[in-house]
């Protein structure tokens, strides 16, 4: 007799029931879909998804997952009802059913074994918290950046997923772009001759320590906003912040070198091939920050000074020639004879569609994803040893194997106090 302890999966009951009734020979008519007749893959090769926090970029991103034939979207859980209404409707539409759930609380969703992964697209004050949550109910997660808002944050982040053997990928969508990946392996082939020098375009550094002013809260299954500030320190609500006037307001943004730093660091480090480890200095210089790895080569953070490639973007520089790119597509070389027949590029970068795919081919194959969460974690390491260093205003040290800084205040600096009951 089977132990009836043993609980076996969604797909192995579909796959039971299949067989059962094909034994049998019973008259019992089956849709094609669950059939994967004409061009419809059958469930049980399906990659089943479910949201957390998706709003603008989320739905968009959403949708490059829902244009992929391989993936049912099954449930959204968001503090906000007119958001869980939105996804509802267009994940119902795009399936021709009515069978998206939702739920204002994420744990609810997180609980279902039926969901293999899971889109994060909160706020960045819960990127990280809600992915660590999430690996710890099995989940293999996408989630946007920035990815998190501390060293510490970072490092956990990493940590969880190597733990438990899950796929994540940062949606740093860059890494699968055109323009980006040739910029790359233009640096890989040497034709540059040796890197000296890398240039990540970032945003001016600052962020507010003041307060929004308060307004009566919703109810709490309008907008749940306990649930909305998560782990950041309590404050009145302010519909602003709900809306996304977040950004810039230290307790929930890290900042413009973050910002945009979590995709153009992260590109530098990859064209670099530095994704393993950080750089081991950090001077602050204006708006920007120099900083130096340990084998001299310099990356150099910047608002100013771009070509006008089109946001994010990113040089290279070797001592026999460079590259620059953005998202525009479109690249300056240098010599031209380094141009090859691939010289245009029409995907933006901003698109997330092929970074989907690669996270969706992880899911089935378990290779690392191309943003994984190592690299991730080294990237916006990067970036928020380089705040750090430009809100001190001073030259820091720092060291890639133990993570500390050669200065008590910059260390104290590599957390934040969470509210409770967070923890990481």
Known sequence: MLDSTIK??????LRAAAGSAAALALPTVLPASALGRDGILAPSQR???GGIGLGGRGAGVLRSFLSNPDVQFLAIADIRQIRRDAIKQMADQHHGNN???????????????DIDSVLIATGDRWHAMA???????????????????????????ADVFRRYGLIYQAGTQRRSIGNFIFAADLVASGRLGKLHTVHANTLNPPTRHDWLPGEPEPAKDVVDWDAWLGPCPWRPYNSQYVAGRWRGHFDFHGGGILEWGSHTVDLCQWAAQKDDTTPVEYVPEGSGVVCTYADGLKLVMRDSGWMGLGTCSVRYEGDEGWIETGDSGQFAIYPESLRTERTVFTMRGTDPSTHVRDFLDCVKTRRPANANSDVAAQSHIVCHSAYIAWQLGRTLKYDPATHEFDDADANRMRSRAMREPYRI
Not at 99 to 113: I, K, N
Not at 133 to 151: L, Q, R, W
């Open 131 to 157: 992915s660590i949550i999430a690996a710890k109910a099995g989940k293999d997660v996408f989630c946007e950046k920035p990815c998190s808002m501390t060293i510490a944050e970072s490092q956990a982040l």
């Open 99 to 113: 069978d998206c759930a939702t739920y204002s609380d994420m744990h609810e969703m997180l609980a279902r074994q």
């Open 47 to 49: 990659i089943t998804l």
């Open 8 to 13: 076996r999966s969604r797909r192995q009951v």
